[in-house]
C-alpha cells in the first residue's frame, strides 16, 4: 500500500508542484497571481498540462527511497560501532553520517530522472514542446550535453 499511495500523494498536488518549478525556475510571470497563472496554462496547453512531469517524479520515487534504505543499511556497517561498549554519541553520529551519505549516493544515482522530471515540468511550448516524454528527454538531454548533463 505504501507505493499506491505515494503515487496518490505525488500525482494529487503534482500541479503544486508544477507551478512550483515554474516559479523557481521564472518560466513565468512571478508577479501574477497563482489564479492567473494556472488560468493561462489550462489556456495554453489544456487541463493536463497540469500534471506534466508528474510520471518521472513517481517512478523516481520509488528506486530512490530502495537505493536510501539499502545505502543507509550498508553505510552504518561502516560507520556505526558495532561494539558494545560503544558511547551513545558515536553510535548517533555514525547512524547521522550514515544516512546523509546514504542520500547524497542514493540522489547521485537518480538525478536524472529528477532532471527529467524538472525539464518536463518547465517545458512550457504547448502544443510545440521541446519534449515528447521521459524516453525523448533523457535521450535528448545525453545528445546535447552527454553524460555529464545529467
Known amino acids: 500500500y505504501g507505493a499506491l499511495s505515494a503515487g496518490i500523494s505525488k500525482t494529487s498536488v503534482a500541479p503544486v508542484e508544477r507551478l512550483k518549478l515554474l516559479l523557481q525556475t521564472r518560466f513565468i510571470d512571478a508577479h501574477s497571481s497563482v489564479l492567473q ?32 534504505l539499502s545505502f543507509n543499511q550498508q553505510f552504518k556497517t561502516i560507520f556505526v560501532p558495532q561494539s558494545r561498549d560503544a558511547s551513545t554519541i558515536s553510535i548517533v553520529t555514525g547512524s547521522i553520517m550514515a544516512g546523509g551519505i546514504a542520500g547524497c549516493a542514493a540522489i547521485t544515482l537518480i538525478y536524472p530522472l529528477d532532471l527529467t522530471r524538472t525539464r ?9 514542446r521541446e519534449f515528447r516524454g521521459i524516453t525523448h528527454c533523457l535521450t535528448k538531454t545525453y545528445q546535447t550535453g552527454g553524460i555529464c548533463s545529467w
Open 37 to 68: 497563472i494556472t488560468t493561462n496554462i489550462i489556456k495554453e496547453q489544456g487541463m493536463l498540462s497540469l500534471w506534466r512531469g508528474n510520471w518521472p517524479n513517481i517512478i523516481r520515487y520509488f528506486p530512490l527511497q530502495a537505493f536510501m
Open 120 to 128: 518536463l515540468a518547465v517545458d512550457m511550448g504547448g502544443t510545440n
